[in-house]
């Protein structure tokens, strides 16, 4: 008798926490200040960085009490993960994945074709859902996903945001793909001043973006907001290289590594880092390459030709090795190339920062990187095709590993101190927040009961 009274106690306390679990979710999700859908291509398991930032931010949004729906595609880049659970949910944060796979993913005409496909199953997304949220967020993977919020608002009045991780078409016309008076071009522009005039806001990430952006339509200049990219010092954290796994397995901690992490593509500088590396050919010091791209490859290629024996490439990681590649080096590498500055910004520079490693920028003498990195007091900024000043700050460094570590714990702090996913989700959530909010949920747990 005792046996089934303890049975049937348990079972009642079971059932009590189960209803009292789905009340407080229920007590949490209607208490939400508001309710933000955010549209992307790209969300891990993808390791697109455009992907890795929007997780880290909405999650960091369902931590300020605003309920999160991300609806994004299946994996495109992920390493072996072809296909990801068509929904998750964890507290206020909510995936939901397109069940479509993408395919030619790393060709220019496949990514235009799943850059089409996924602008047509959002658009059907945000046509059952609209009703279902306040407001939506639309970042620029694809290039022309904001033209969905544009048809949601002419339909149902739906805010919506714009987020430019890059400049449309200027990164094509920068490039050479389109002309500048291509009938494509025009219409582009066309839809980015219909799409732009109509949003709620438009966030981009520097201030020579504005600048690019308000000298071709002035008209919503009062619509933008400057909010950098950020990185998670909890997560990324400085060590030393001989306290490094990956350092010592790749051979980096054995002498000054000068170290370029993630994409190396058309918009990068890589002209300049390749006259550095011939220049320091015969030095103490080993360049690594992490990542791909386009140039990436035509970097391993050159190398390959000259015979430089002072250089290694290395594929992406996994994202739980990132920790430790950031920090396995003496300086890190970031670059933009010529005639792109404003059309796009590394996003890789935060996590240099997070991780307390040196910086060398090539960039234009006019851009953003220069102030950032001058007032963090965190390395220095050289001009496209300066090589050769490039090289003797190498020399520089790796003559002087004290200076170096000084430089890298500066912007450390400074990233610190303005840099953080809680600091940059703050300036989100004041852009993204509706007119009118409710009140904050009480401070309640069902893990308390």
């Known amino acids: 008798m005792f046996k089934l009274s303890n049975f049937w106690a348990i079972e009642v306390k079971n059932l009590f926490k189960q209803t009292f679990q789905e009340n407080f979710k229920e007590l949490v999700q209607a208490n939400a200040n508001f309710r933000l859908l955010i549209v992307t291509q790209f969300y891990p398991p993808d390791y697109a960085a455009t992907g890795q930032l929007i997780q880290e931010l909405s999650t960091q949004l369902s931590k300020e009490n605003i309920q999160v729906s991300v609806f994004t595609g299946q994996p495109g880049y992920a390493f072996k993960q072809k296909q990801a659970p068509t929904y998750e949910e964890n507290g206020l944060l909510r995936i939901k994945r397109s069940r479509a796979a993408q395919f030619w993913s790393k060709r220019v005409r496949g990514k235009t074709l799943n850059g089409i496909?996924?602008?047509?199953?959002?658009?059907?997304?945000?046509?059952?859902?609209?009703?279902?949220?306040?407001?939506?967020?639309?970042?620029?993977?694809?290039?022309?996903?904001s033209t969905v919020g544009y048809i949601a608002n002419l339909l149902f009045k739906?805010?919506?945001?714009?987020?430019?991780?890059?400049?449309?078409?200027?990164?094509?016309?920068?490039l050479d793909i389109i002309s500048p008076e291509h009938p494509i071009t025009k219409l582009w522009h066309k839809l980015n001043s219909l799409v732009w005039q109509r949003s709620k806001k438009i966030v981009v990430l520097s201030d020579t973006m504005k600048e690019r952006i308000v000298a071709r339509h002035p008209q919503v200049a009062d619509k933008i907001s400057i909010i950098h990219n950020w990185a998670n010092a909890d997560w990324i954290v400085p060590m030393a290289k001989k306290h490094n796994w990956f350092a010592r397995q790749h051979g980096m901690d054995c002498q000054f590594t000068v170290l370029y992490s993630g994409n190396l593509g058309r918009c990068h500088d890589l002209e300049t880092i390749l006259g550095t590396i011939k220049l320091l050919k015969k030095e103490s010091v080993r360049f690594v390459f992490i990542g791909a791209g386009a140039k990436h490859d035509l970097c391993r290629q050159t190398v390959a030709e000259l015979k430089l024996n002072n250089c290694i490439f290395l594929p992406y990681q996994d994202r739980k090795n990132l920790p430790y590649s950031l920090t396995a080096c003496d300086l890190a590498l970031v670059s933009i190339a010529p005639g792109l500055e404003g059309v796009v910004a590394p996003s890789k520079l935060y996590g240099i920062m997070a991780a307390g490693r040196a910086i060398a920028a090539i960039c234009e003498p006019h851009s953003y990187l220069r102030n950032l990195i001058s007032d963090a007091n965190c390395g220095a900024c050289f001009d496209n095709n300066s090589s050769e000043s490039l090289a003797e700050f190498i020399l520089t460094l790796s003559n002087n590993p004290r200076k170096a570590i000084e430089l890298g714990d500066a912007g450390r702090k400074y990233m610190e101190q303005y840099f953080t996913p809680r600091i940059i989700a703050k300036q989100y959530s004041e852009v993204l927040a509706p007119t009118s909010q409710s009140a904050f949920v009480t401070e309640l747990s069902p893990n308390n009961f």
Do not use: G
């Open 158 to 174: 739906l805010d919506y945001v714009c987020l430019v991780y890059d400049l449309y078409p200027e990164v094509a016309i920068e």
């Open 117 to 145: 496909f996924f602008c047509v199953r959002a658009l059907l997304h945000l046509l059952r859902s609209a009703r279902k949220n306040d407001i939506v967020l639309l970042t620029t993977a694809p290039p022309f996903l």
